[in-house]
Structures are given as structure tokens and as C-alpha cells.
């Protein structure tokens, strides 16, 4: 690593971790690239982290994520502790940004330091979207945050791992969704530590809540095959973002999961995020060795090969791995 | 690799090639499953495989991409081609299955030898979403099927690339969406080659259909930061799927995005895809080699350092390297 890269590392995690909010910015767009400056600072502020509680949120379009984070964010707040947010957003890394709604909402904050609101691109995390959100959410940590909200759209195998992997797990619903959303909410029930009916105030938010109490029975107690224990089945709530009815009664739940997951269920989420950014930081580094000067031509060959269907990806990888292992 | 694997990889993919669809269903299944019988078929398989025209479908939930698809059947159908389907289901691997709507509509092939339709569960591959459904196409392309549809959800992340890895990817669209959809949109455009909107009998469709071209212009040409050419901005089309209306239209010029593709962009669609699954199959190597009884006990503490906080993932992976290299 070059020692440039070390020393803006060091500048900025420390600015950062004192309360700069533009050196935490800056940060976390070199999370976000994987750059060397965001390696370093990783490796100085990793050992540093470890104490926020980390919430994952997430659910169909149109359940009403963003309202019901700008809701927690004012609850959080009232109880004078402090909240950042990483926004995973669905939209291009080009056109980009939250919607026009949420901006204005997420504005009333704009001078209050204790509230910090990070908008991430979903596609084209070299490193996965995994990766890059835990290591942006370790840097928020180490930043001293309290609370990380991690939402995230719940339609998408990345997208649900993400908040999958938080602490504690939200999983949002409105009443009377369509068909093919159905479906979506069958797979989304599986990582939910707490189900969250929203719009309550719209008609049949009781009967959704009542049906989905009723899934969750059928559903539960999960056996062997899930590799993160779930020590009991999801409680179902109602909020209505919109105007904060039954956000405190959530944001006591999350508080309550936090409590009973220090003594065993969080120590899960972490070994998996542990393992989940180790593994993609090996891979990384393995197509870095492999797209070296000294091995491009070797890797571009043997891919071109594969792509030619002259070589199956079986015996290439093979041949990629002799070139690691015999250098 | 042991022996028993590669003979019962042997006799299942003879079979498949010969048109057998239990077998070819066998096949499917391992691949899904990564297990030895689905690596062994690869090998084989590959290198007949490349004749197929894969076609990804993407759109958002309730744009019609079952419907399209099921009309496509009937449209490549009419003309004597072959074709497979693998749909990329939303729900759950435990609740499963496709919509009740679509099962019916795809019923009506249950006795068309010509047609074949395999759900796929969007979570839960170790190799990745991506890697996963390249190799279940190689093997339907090895099969002989003439064009392979694959069809995603567009909003998620893993989702999204599986549509773009195909030859020519259509992204679908329907007539009045919201907010939110709007966002998602935008950035599925990205990886467009044709846009169809679809359900063109609702009021708004040709509208819907004017700002889509308009933006596309506004956004086309691409610059040099696209690692895939795109000689020129995607067709807009307009389908009613549930009727027909536009099918054939659609089919004909996905034909044309094939032909013009063989002179030069679908080639990098190719290496793209040889690439993907070639470094999944190598980070997949990685990682079992590290979950070897030889390296377990070191593999485990250093993981738990990092769930500890004691230890930062880039030391951490360092280390987990350094034995890799070291043997």
C-alpha cells in the first residue's frame, strides 16, 4: 500500500471519528470504490467498531421504507441518541439520488450532527453490495453512531442480504399489495426479525397484520437448516409512518432485540458479516493478482477461451488457481 | 473428483442431449445445488454449448414479464424454434414456485417437447445468482435449445446482472408506475437493449413509450465508461402481451439484435459472462479450500477475530491468503 494512502487514511479516520462530517463523507465514498485510502482507514478504524446496533430495513416498493426511516430517525433523536443512515438505493449509480419526497423529508436534518443520512448506489460494487455496506457501516460505527439504519429495497437477492445481515432485521409491509408481491413477502418473512406493517391508517392493515401473524405461526419454529438461529418467531407490528403512530412502540422493539441478541442472536449476524467481508476482500484480491501485469495475459487467454467454449470455466479456474498456488 | 460423480454425470447428460427432460431436469437441479455431478456435467457439456441465443427479461414486479414470456413461447413456437425458459422467482426456496397465474399459463406446453420451464430460486446460491444461471444455460444451450429466455425480477442487483449477462436484454415497462418505480427504472435503462412496454391496451402506454425514447436519447450515446459497447440506443417497442399484440414485432427484433450481436457485441456479452463464472467457480474453490479439515481451526479463529473486532478483514484476509500461498 502506498504511504500516501496510509497518511490521507489516517487524516480522515481521525477528522472523522472527531465529528467532521465532510471527512466521514469522504470516507465513505472510498468505501464505496474500494480504494487504497479506504483500505487503510478500515484497518485502523475496524478495531474501533463493534459497539453501534446495526438495523436492516427492508420491503417491496411502495411499503414505505423511507418515510418510516425519516419516522425512526425523529424517535431516535427524542431519546437524544444518535442515528446514521445508508440508504441503498435502487436507482442508477448515474441518474442516482433518493427520491424528490424522501430528500425534502431527510432535509429537516441537515443541521443536526447527531443525524447523518448516506445515500449508496446498489449496482456496481466490485467488492458486493454486502461487503461495501458492512464496511461502510463499520466506518459509521467507529464514527460513533448509535444507531445504523441500513435500508434497502427488499426485491433483490443482494438487496435482502444486505439488511439481512444488520443486528436486527425490519421487514416492512403495506396492506392489500398485489400478487406478485405476495411472493416477494414469502422470501422476505425468512430474515425478519420484526414484521412491520406500515400505512397503517390505509384499510385491511389489521387484517394484513392478522394474516401475516398467521404465516409466521405456519411458518415457525424454523428447524436445523437456517444457519442464523432464530430464538423466536417475528413480532408483528403496525405504524403509520406518515405520522409516527406506533414508531415509538418500534423503535422499544428494536431496542428490546438489541438487548436479548447481545447475549447470543447478534453474535450470529456478526460471525456471518465477519466471514461475508473476509471472503469478498480474498476474491478481490485473487482477480487483482490475476489481472497483474505479470498474469493478465495468462487470465485474458484462458477467459477468452471459456468465452470461445473451447475450455469449460471448471478447468480454467483450475488453471487460474495453479498460477496462484505455484507462484 | 470422485468416479461415481462423473459416470452419473456422463449418463445424465447423454441423456439430456438426447431429450430426455428428467434427466435434463437432474442436471438443472445439481447445478442449483453446485454439487460434483453439476461440475463433471459442465465440463463435458461446455464446450457444445455457445449456440444459443439467451435472451434476459427484466422489469420491475407487475410490468408482465411472465405474460411476455409466455407469449414469446407461443411466438417462437409458431415459427418451429425451441425454447427454454428459466425463470428467476422472486419467493422463497421453502414457499417456492411460481405464481399460480403463470403455472396455469405455462401448463398449456406441459406435453410441447419444444419447450422447457424451470424455476430457479433467487436466494441461497453459493456461487452466485449469476454464476448459477449462466451455467444452467449452458447447459439448456448444450441440450440444443435454440433460444433460452431468462427471466428476473428488475430491482434487484444480482437480479439485474442476470438479465444483462444474456445476449440481448429487454427491459420491460409498464404504463403508470409509481414513484419509486420510476427510480428503478432509470437505472435498468442502463442495461437495456430493447425496452417494451408492456400491457399497451392501458391508457398512457404510447405515452409511457414517448418519454422512454426521449430519455434514452437524453442518456445515449454511452461513454467510454461502459465495459459493454453499445453500438447504438435500444429500440423502444410496445407489447400487450396478455393478447399477442407486439410479439411478434418483439421476437423479430430480438432476431435482428442477435444478428447484428454475432458481428461483435455479443461477444463481449460472452467473455463477461466466461469471466463471471470462471472467478465465481475460483472464489468458490477458495473458499472450500479454506473449510478443509486441514485449515478449519485457523479459517474459524481468524473470522472470529474479525466478528470481535480484534482483527480488521484486510489482516484477516492477508493471513487466510498467506495460507493459501504457503502450501
Known amino acids: 500500500m502506498k ?16 465529528g467532521d462530517r465532510l471527512a466521514l ?19 485502523r478504524l475496524y478495531p474501533t467498531a463493534g459497539r453501534a446496533h446495526l438495523v436492516g430495513i427492508t420491503g417491496p416498493p411502495g411499503s414505505g421504507k423511507s ?9 431516535v433523536r427524542k431519546g437524544g441518541r444518535t442515528v446514521a443512515v445508508i440508504a441503498v438505493d ?11 419526497g424522501d430528500r425534502v423529508r431527510m432535509q429537516a436534518y441537515a443541521g443536526d450532527d447527531a443525524v447523518f443520512i448516506r445515500s449508496m448506489a446498489s449496482r456496481g460494487h466490485a467488492g458486493g453490495l454486502a461487503s461495501t455496506s458492512t464496511a461502510a457501516a463499520a466506518v459509521l460505527d467507529a464514527a460513533g453512531f448509535d444507531l445504523i439504519l441500513i435500508e434497502t429495497v427488499g426485491t433483490g437477492q443482494s438487496e435482502v442480504e444486505v439488511a439481512a445481515a444488520a443486528d436486527t432485521t425490519v421487514v ?10 405476495q411472493a416477494i413477502k414469502a422470501g422476505l418473512l425468512e430474515v425478519a426479525d420484526l414484521v412491520v406493517v406500515n400505512k397503517g391508517d390505509k384499510p385491511g392493515a389489521q387484517r394484513t397484520a392478522a ?3 398467521a404465516m409466521l405461526v405456519a411458518t415457525a419454529p424454523r428447524d436445523g437448516n437456517d444457519d442464523r438461529p432464530r430464538p423466536k418467531r417475528p413480532e408483528v407490528l403496525i405504524t403509520t409512518a406518515a405520522t409516527g403512530d406506533g414508531v415509538p412502540e418500534l423503535l422499544a422493539a428494536l431496542d428490546r432485540h438489541r438487548a436479548v441478541g447481545r447475549a447470543g442472536e447478534s453474535s450470529a449476524a456478526r460471525s456471518a458479516r465477519a466471514e461475508a467481508q473476509v471472503f469478498a476482500i480474498v476474491a478481490e484480491r485473487l482477480r487483482q493478482w490475476l489481472g497483474d501485469p505479470a ?6 487467454s484462458v477467459l477468452a477461451e471459456v468465452a470461445g467454449h473451447r475450455l469449460d470455466p471448471y478447468s480454467a479456474a483450475d488453471r487460474l488457481l495453479g498460477e496462484v498456488r505455484s507462484e
Open 3 to 18: 504511504a500516501d494512502a496510509a497518511t490521507r487514511a489516517a487524516e480522515l479516520s481521525e477528522a472523522a471519528v472527531a
Open 25 to 43: 463523507a469522504r470516507l465513505l465514498t472510498a468505501v464505496e470504490n474500494r480504494t487504497a485510502v479506504a483500505e487503510a482507514a478500515l484497518r
Open 67 to 75: 418515510t418510516l426511516v425519516a419516522a425512526l430517525i425523529a424517535e
Open 90 to 100: 435502487p436507482s442508477s449509480p448515474i441518474t442516482g439520488g433518493a427520491l424528490l
Open 172 to 181: 416492512l409491509e403495506a396492506p392489500e399489495m398485489g400478487d406478485e408481491v
Open 211 to 213: 394474516q401475516l401473524r
Open 295 to 300: 498474469h493478465a495475459d495468462t487470465t485474458a
